[in-house]
């Protein structure tokens, strides 16, 4: 049986494959309809050079030439053009032109997009090359005021960040930049500082590392005051009234004491000089002299339930021991007194009378020591109610520890000096108190 054809229409079953013409349907020998093939149907990769070797119009025809058509010739059209290469060499430029056209279009579009999109890209990147272009830093010198305060704990990049909102500096960066070329940007202390708006960043350094530029709430307090005298020190320095002061001090849990203390700030005031954060409270000041008072005790290694006696013994070493080398003796004589037996000795100090009366002198007198009081040591035994004034480092290292010692007496003997006696017995303080009373007598009106 012989095999059909794999493409095109199948021979007439009348004709066995002959030529038919029917309706004006031509069909070759082998039952092709020619006018059936579109040239532009076809592949134009077909249509290349090297597949047409070979037939008319290529030099390479040579040894084809004389061959009959093939069923490919045929389906590729070229068949015909054994007899008529120049319509297909037409062909050919046609196809070649068409392929040329479109390739020049992709192109063109795509250099239209790349186009296109490098101008939106400019566009939108223009502002951002601007700014990085432009400088981060004012020319100065600036002008007008502004308020700048450094916190505690403050670093470098905090503080730009700070000036620049504060439009001193024109970047945070430029400030960096100038701190990191400037050792001295480590000393910056926290305060206020008045500064110009607009200032070269080099400028703005320069004030701050300057601690004569640093305004600062800053309060000296001494050692022996009263707490009513320090909160009105610490008012007259700050501006913040008395009132708010004597409000927070009622809060002792508040401000750290210890348990002990029974709610009483007297004693726990640290004498100290500070320099307070500009925008504290009464509360916030009260409670850092409390905390530094505890933190003193307790590296004395003193337990919290000790810390009101402690604190009480040392109030009266701050006001009786003038030089910090009698103040541990001082201590003494009032361990001694109080250990005494069978029966305690009272204390008998002018400063616990002074304290009871609210009234500063070196000696007291008749009077107020026949004041009732529990802080009068002449007419109560034992400790005071409480402590007498605000002790120093000094004082409380010497309430912790007296120095070892059999006196039971004390007196002041030159009060310009602070020089202070201490006794055995009651002969030798005698002949130390004469010695007192005859400085009085030769300073009139400072006894």
Not at 400 to 417: I, M, Q
Request: net charge negative.
């Amino acid at each position: 049986m012989t095999d059909r054809p794999r493409f095109g229409r199948q021979p007439s079953r009348d004709h066995g494959g002959g030529g038919d013409v029917r309706g004006g349907d031509v069909r070759d020998e082998d039952g092709f309809d020619e006018d059936a093939l579109d040239e532009d149907a076809l592949d134009e990769d077909l249509l290349d050079e090297d597949l047409l070797e070979g037939y008319p119009g290529d030099e390479r025809a040579g040894d084809r030439a004389d061959e009959p058509p093939t069923q490919v010739d045929v389906l590729l059209g070229v068949a015909d053009l054994e007899r008529h290469p120049a319509p297909r060499a037409r062909a050919l430029s046609r196809r070649k032109g068409a392929r040329t056209a479109r390739r020049l279009l992709v192109l063109l579009v795509t250099l239209a997009l790349v186009a296109g999109a490098g101008y939106l890209a400019v566009d939108f990147l223009r502002p951002l090359v601007s700014q990085l272009r432009a400088p981060n830093d004012y020319p100065g010198p600036g002008s007008g005021s502004v308020t700048v305060t450094v916190e505690p704990g403050d670093t470098g990049r905090s503080i730009g960040a700070t000036l620049e909102t504060a439009d001193v500096v024109k970047s945070a960066k430029a400030f960096s930049d100038a701190a990191a070329d400037n050792p001295a940007a480590a000393g910056i202390q926290p305060g206020s500082y008045e500064m110009r708006r607009q200032m070269r960043a080099g400028d703005a350094l320069a004030l701050l590392v300057d601690s004569r530029n640093r305004t600062v709430p800053r309060v000296t307090v001494r050692e022996g005051l009263w707490a009513s005298e320090v909160l009105a020190e610490l008012s007259s320095a700050t501006g913040i009234p008395a009132a708010a002061y004597a409000a927070a001090a009622r809060d002792g849990a508040a401000l750290g004491l210890p348990p002990s203390a029974s709610g009483n700030i007297e004693g726990y005031l640290f004498p100290d000089t500070y320099e307070f954060p500009a925008r504290s409270t009464a509360a916030d000041q009260l409670r850092l002299m409390v905390q530094r008072s505890v933190s003193e005790l307790t590296r004395l290694r003193i337990d919290p339930a000790s810390m009101e006696r402690v604190i009480i013994v040392a109030s009266i070493v701050e006001a009786e021991g003038r030089r910090a080398e009698d103040r541990p003796r001082v201590a003494r004589v009032i361990e001694n007194r109080l250990a005494r037996k069978p029966t305690p000795m009272r204390l008998q100090l002018d400063s616990t009378v002074s304290y009871a009366v609210k009234r500063r002198a070196i000696t007291t007198t008749d009077a107020e020591r026949a004041t009732p009081s529990p802080y009068n040591t002449y007419q109560v035994d034992g400790l005071p109610a409480g402590p007498i004034s605000n002790p120093g480092a000094s004082a409380m290292a010497a309430a912790a520890a007296p120095e070892d010692g059999p006196w039971l007496y004390f007196v002041t003997v030159d009060p310009s000096t602070g020089e202070t006696k201490f006794a055995v017995t009651e002969d030798q303080h005698r002949a130390n108190v004469a010695q007192f009373q005859k400085w009085c007598s030769d300073h009139k009106g400072q006894c």
